[in-house]
């Protein structure tokens, strides 16, 4: 048995440890050439199918982004020219309340006017129709108090309507004479 071990001591030493042994060296290739037929026909296919499909989504998600992107310019665009529109159609809103009003104060300025001088002329009627009742009035008292006087002055008694009528009418026409001469 020693002698057994000997020579495999000895042959163990006539090899080099770092190199495997040949049959090693052959097993190790069949090995790794059926891992790598499986992995080139079976796993990467499917690898470069999800790969590409990976690619395929993240192209169509950059696609869809960029359409909805163009959407929003699109829909801040009409946004803005709405707004825009907007303004202006109320600043036209403005412009012709403003018109609305300056014609309503315009309006209620002119009824306001027709008013008062709708009453100034009422007043005046008024008062043109109260003088005129003043005045005759005035004519009958005056000419009372005129025949009265006349009567006293001359010292006989004026009872004849016709006489009396006649010496009032001479008094008022004489006092209003001395009233456009006065003026």
Request: charge should be negative.
């Amino acid at each position: 048995m020693l002698n057994a071990l000997v020579v495999v001591a000895a042959e163990e030493s006539s090899n080099n440890p770092l190199l495997p042994a040949w049959y090693d060296i052959i097993w190790s290739g069949v090995c790794f050439l059926i891992i790598a037929i499986v992995v080139v026909r079976v796993a990467l296919p499917r690898l470069n199918k999800v790969l590409d499909e990976r690619a395929a989504a993240i192209e169509g998600n950059i696609a869809k982004a960029d359409e909805a992107q163009r959407q929003a310019e699109a829909a801040l665009e009409e946004y803005t020219k709405q707004l825009a529109e907007a303004r202006k159609e109320a600043g036209d809103i403005r412009e012709a309340a403003r018109e609305d009003g300056k014609r309503i104060v315009a309006d209620a300025k002119a009824a306001a006017a027709a008013e008062a001088e709708r009453l100034t002329a009422s007043a005046h009627a008024q008062i043109e129709a109260e003088r005129q009742a003043a005045l005759v009035s005035l004519r009958g008292e005056v000419g009372t108090l005129a025949v009265d006087l006349a009567g006293n002055v001359i010292g006989e008694s004026l009872s004849d309507d016709q006489r009396a009528a006649a010496v009032v009418e001479r008094f008022l026409a004489d006092l209003e004479a001395s009233e456009k001469a006065a003026k």
